[in-house]
């Protein structure tokens, strides 16, 4: 089995339409992971970099939620917009994208 240099958990938890938090399904869960998966194949990085649908990350109310290891980067509110960003400064740069940042989590 290789050696992941990076690890990506992307939250596609559903919740009860009325929880307050929220789900990240319903935010686009899985659309941001399928965009992720796409561009580590395109860029070249499979093999390096694993990039995995999560259950709960208990951060619905930031989602889509997205934690990158072995950095423990947590980012919240990814659209598949931002997905290509996060892809070239993070996981081929090693620059985390700040405005995406989750301040002070995990609490």
């Known amino acids: ?6 690890h990506v ?11 307050p938090k929220g789900c990240c ?5 899985r659309e941001v992971q399928a965009r992720l998966k796409e561009l580590v194949h395109d860029r070249g990085l499979k093999g390096k970099v694993r990039a995995n649908a999560a259950g709960c990350l208990d951060a ?3 989602g889509v939620a997205v934690v990158v290891y072995p950095e423990q980067v947590w980012y919240g509110g990814v659209t598949p917009a931002d997905v290509a960003e996060i892809v070239e ?4 740069g ?6 995406l940042r989750i301040k002070n989590y995990p609490r």
Request: hydrophobic letters at 25%; aromatic letters at 6%.
């Open 25 to 29: 399904a319903a935010k686009g869960g």
């Open 60 to 62: 619905c109310e930031h």
């Open 94 to 99: 090693g620059r985390p994208v700040e405005r």
């Open 1 to 6: 089995m290789p050696r992941f240099t990076r």
């Open 9 to 19: 958990f992307i939250c596609t938890n559903e919740r009860d339409p009325d929880n």
């Open 89 to 92: 400064s993070h996981l081929e």
